[in-house]
């Protein structure tokens, strides 16, 4: 992804558990096609938002079904994280994050691997079987 694809870049320092989590949250336009207008041909697409967690892919998604021009695109995300949008989704999501192995640190892995162990057999049921994201 060039430079040119980024639009807004932050990095958050989150306090969980006794630790501070350093979370990288970056916004990049992504081109969907181009229309055709007096001044020319313009870009037209959308913003996604990618977090990484501990220099991880944590979450990307599309916060909008909208499709914005390159600079609609960058106010909107400059207004989401301007107005704690962003840092409340990576506060919101973060402990989710490090339960599902994200996070490198191995404080980290032994809570995930504790917490598999306190869920073995209370699991969700599918046709009889435990469904579970430590198998």
């Known amino acids: 992804m060039s430079n040119d694809n980024i639009l807004v870049e932050r990095e958050?320092?989150?306090?969980?558990?006794?630790?501070?989590?350093?979370?990288?949250?970056?916004a990049a336009f992504l081109v969907?096609?181009?229309?055709?207008?007096p001044?020319?041909?313009k870009e037209e697409g959308a913003y996604?938002?990618?977090?990484?967690?501990?220099?991880?892919?944590?979450?990307?998604?599309?916060?909008?079904?909208?499709?914005y021009s390159r600079e609609q695109a960058k106010r909107v995300a400059e207004s989401a994280f301007a107005s704690g949008q962003v840092e409340a989704h990576v506060r919101s999501q973060i402990q989710s994050w490090i339960y599902?192995?994200?996070?490198?640190?191995?404080?980290d892995r032994t809570a995930f691997?504790?917490?598999?162990?306190?869920?073995?057999?209370?699991g969700a049921q599918d046709g009889g079987e435990r469904?579970?994201?430590?198998?």
């Open 131 to 135: 469904v579970s994201p430590c198998d």
């Open 12 to 26: 958050f320092e989150i306090p969980l558990g006794g630790q501070i989590h350093k979370v990288k949250a970056t």
């Open 48 to 67: 996604l938002l990618n977090f990484t967690l501990g220099g991880q892919q944590a979450e990307m998604f599309q916060p909008d079904k909208n499709r």
């Open 39 to 41: 001044g020319g041909m």
């Open 100 to 107: 599902l192995g994200v996070s490198p640190t191995k404080r």
């Open 113 to 122: 691997e504790e917490w598999c162990r306190r869920s073995r057999g209370s």
């Open 32 to 37: 969907h096609g181009f229309h055709f207008t």
